[in-house]
């Protein structure tokens, strides 16, 4: 049995906690967690290391981050009369009525340089343990897009994923499924808006 089991958890032994149980609980430590901040020096006159108490609060921000993200994921795998508007939860602004309204995302050109990937040790912020050391890279001169990819820039990928057919004959559909790899798309996930 691995320690994220769910078949220990379903016993009928397993003495599951009442609900009131767990609101306690979880007031009683969030009640710690702000004492502890509290005490802590100002985070503005010391920098966030290994050594630093801030080290595991910012460690749960940034795990904070990870959930958010699969959720995002997940909720994009739904089929779309199953995801529900939060009426709290603001959403993206639709500025264009259709994908041929769209700003055109132009190519920015990058000139070949050096790269300095990751971080000394005693780097003042938080940073996962993949992140430090140092690599040195020459990277070749490319073009980047000037905006994030839109929706209506997305929407022939789409298209040629739903007609496979069709993407025999497209170099553009080559050079699309080269940048998203087989990826499952439909069409519903992308009829939010254009941008």
Known sequence: MSWDSMEALQHEDFAW???A???AYRAKVKEAVIALIKAMPDPR????TQESPYWALFMGFEHERIH???SAVLIHQLPIDAVLSVPEWRTGPTFCAGPADAPANSLVPVPAGRAVLG???DFPSFGWDNEYGQKTVEVPAFEAASLL????EFLPFVEVRAAPAAAANSAHACLLHRAYGAAVVHRERVRASWL
Request: no cysteine; glycine share 0%.
């Open 119 to 121: 971080k000394p040790r």
């Open 21 to 23: 149980e767990v609101v």
């Open 68 to 70: 958010l993200e699969t």
């Open 149 to 152: 990819v839109s929706n209506a």
């Open 45 to 48: 006159e010391t920098p966030v």
């Open 17 to 19: 906690p009442e609900v």
